[in-house]
């Protein structure tokens, strides 16, 4: 009900989509409005969100939700959409595959969306288009792709769970390591060492997948999350990825509002 509201909200706001929310709007226990919508008038609408500081920052972009059955993924994205920053400024698409969260599969139409994004070549979606343009439209500094996984990396075969994975741009991969030094040391229980965050392999550019893209078209830092579904329930593992994306983007600059350190 509440999300039905939320999503015709949005629809409402389709042709306005250069408005800000300022980092006071947030109503503690709402929901901020959103700024705009992609893909308006489409099966794929779905609500975009711009926060911006008070103070001059990094620009980040996260997305959340390309994948429909990787709930901590999204439910983690929308929580960043809430946030209020005091530098810097955020865009945020949490809901990237909307089709494919409504059906909770992996893949909504058109296939994978994460295997849309070719480097050096148009995306090859009218979807995964329209969300390559609106990211590049934000001249983004660092770029956060949250996602989840039914495994653990190392363990289960095919699985990613627990992992950051970051492009070789800038100091990501430093970045992603004290990154995941932090999580284990904060939000992982000491009793799941098979849950410690690893720092995945380095996204040279070299696969069709969004923050391959990102790193081998526009040279910047760049993040895939992978917390696990794996005996932590979807709304632990969004918190978890959430302090990812907090740690991540601390490190390049963002002021997360009451986040002092
Ligand atoms: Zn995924």
Redesign the pocket.
């Known amino acids: 009900m509440q999300r039905r509201a939320f999503l015709a909200a949005g629809a409402t706001a389709a042709g306005v989509a250069l408005g800000v929310s300022r980092s006071t709007a947030g109503t503690p226990g709402m929901r901020r409005e959103p700024t705009g919508v992609l893909m308006a008038g489409t099966p794929h609408e779905t609500p975009v969100y711009v926060v911006e500081g008070d103070s001059a920052g990094p620009t980040a972009v996260v997305v959340g939700g390309?994948?429909g059955d990787?709930r901590s993924?999204y439910l983690a994205a929308e929580r960043v959409a809430d946030w209020s920053v005091d530098a810097g400024r955020l865009v945020v698409l949490p809901r990237a595959n909307r089709v494919a969260i409504e059906r909770d599969t992996?893949r909504g139409e058109g296939g994978d969306l994460?295997r849309q994004f070719p480097p050096g070549a148009r995306p090859t979606t009218a979807l995964a288009r329209g969300i390559w343009d609106r990211l590049v439209e934000a001249e983004p500094d660092v770029v956060v792709n949250l996602?989840?996984?039914k495994g653990i990396y190392g363990t289960h075969q095919e699985f990613v769970g627990q992992a950051v994975f970051p492009t070789a741009a800038g100091d990501a991969v430093a970045v992603a390591e004290e990154t995941v030094a932090t999580l284990n040391d904060a939000v992982v229980p000491w009793y799941m060492p098979l849950h410690d965050f690893l720092v995945g392999n380095v996204l040279h550019g070299t696969a069709p997948l969004l923050t391959h893209k990102v790193g081998g078209d526009l040279g910047r830092p760049a993040y895939i999350v992978?917390a696990t579904e794996f005996l932590v329930d979807p709304e632990t593992g969004a918190r978890w990825t959430e302090r990812a994306a907090t740690e991540l983007l601390t490190r390049h600059g963002l002021e997360r509002t009451g986040e002092d350190r």
């Open positions: 390309m994948h990787e993924g992996r994460n996602h989840s996984s992978e």
